[in-house]
């Protein structure tokens, strides 16, 4: 075959094509009209109230993050958790080691020891003079003296106690545990590493539920509230939206953008939600009537889609339209169809155009 005659077979299906796109249907076989109808449920296309909305770009985050350190100055004895490692609340994630803390905490214990022993003999000197004054053989101001000493031998035993509890507290120290439930999102040592005061060696982030944080026209901030329903696509995490709720609106705009600060929140107890995670925003706006149909009804082909259209003679018509934005069950059109029209909602995959059906 030749080029040019190559050429006019390819322009003769492009102008076929195009004239079918443009009559809005495709042929009918030859001889499906007088075929049995079909049983299909059919449905008028209704028109809706959509509720208009926007959407704005923003990143998935835990709705806690906590980095837990250390007040102590020691090596790092024993790392216990790693990144990506579920941990409960108070799971211990390292040890440090702190000859200071431990000496201080022995001399403490020493203290209460001494302080004890003070005290008993207080006491028992206390209880002799008592005696003796009973009998008249000591003094009143004998007795005052031992009580006094009694008291202070006591104070100072309860004064050791607490010197006890301060050195078990930093004690504690030397265990980095978590705040709460969470995943390990970083850990910042080694063991052998030197942990210095004040220093973060985790971070922990609680992704039972996420926040995203978006940034929002101070025209469209003001109308939202603490409560409100709204939707979050997170591509990366599949097609279907996630429900969220309006956390807060925080007071105070940007004052170079004029923009608010719009908190939502979203359950994520299966954890498919990861911090770091791109996601986009619906908010609601004004509500505005449209066409709308059920996506079961619109057959897709390729970059192209269509309904079933069933007029007065009860025979399946193929309509070519313009699809919208989808939301739960239903997808917007924007050109092809009008309200009233009888579409199949559910149509077989045997159907083709043409053929007569039965509504049932």
Not at 156 to 177: F, L, P, S
Not at 261 to 283: D, I, Q, Y
Request: overall charge neutral; proline content about 6%; some cysteine.
């Amino acid at each position: 075959m030749s080029n040019a005659t190559l050429r006019s077979a390819v322009l003769a299906t492009l102008a076929l094509s195009a004239a079918l796109l443009g009559c809005g249907r495709e042929p009918a076989q030859p001889g499906i009209a007088s075929a049995a109808p079909i049983g299909v449920s059919v449905e008028p296309v209704r028109e809706a109230a959509w509720v208009a909305g926007f959407e704005v770009s923003a990143t998935i985050e835990p709705s806690r993050r906590a980095l837990p350190g250390t007040v102590l100055l020691g090596r790092v004895v024993e790392v216990l958790h790693d990144v990506g490692d579920t941990v409960r609340a108070g799971a211990v994630l390292a040890r440090v080691a702190s000859g200071e803390v431990d000496a201080r905490l022995a001399q403490a214990e020493a203290g209460v020891a001494a302080a004890q022993a003070a005290e008993q003999n207080a006491w028992t000197m206390r209880q002799r003079l008592e005696r003796l004054a009973a009998r008249q053989a000591a003094s009143a101001s004998s007795v005052e003296a031992a009580v006094a000493a009694h008291e202070g031998a006591r104070a100072q035993r309860v004064a050791a106690e607490q010197a006890v509890a301060a050195a078990r507290t930093y004690v504690g120290y030397a265990e980095i545990r978590a705040p709460f439930a969470g995943v390990v999102a970083e850990r910042r040592i080694e063991a052998g590493d030197m942990a210095a005061p004040g220093s973060p060696l985790f971070m922990i982030e609680d992704l039972a539920r996420v926040k995203v944080e978006a940034q929002v026209a101070e025209s469209r901030a003001l109308g939202l509230v603490p409560g409100q329903a709204v939707e979050v696509a997170v591509p990366a995490a599949g097609a279907a939206p996630w429900a969220g709720t309006v956390d807060a609106v925080l007071p105070a705009a940007d004052p170079g953008s004029r923009t608010f600060t719009v908190r939502v929140l979203l359950e994520n107890a299966e954890r498919r939600l990861r911090s770091g995670m791109f996601a986009r925003v619906r908010l609601p706006g004004e509500s505005q009537p449209v066409t709308a149909v059920p996506r079961t009804a619109v057959v897709r082909r390729g970059p192209l889609a269509f309904v079933f259209v069933v007029a007065g003679d009860s025979v399946a018509r193929i309509r070519w339209i313009t699809l919208g934005p989808t939301r739960e069950q239903a997808v917007v059109v924007e050109s092809g169809l009008a309200p009233g029209e009888s579409i199949v909602v559910d149509p077989p995959a045997s159907l083709a155009d043409g053929m007569r059906v039965e509504a049932r």
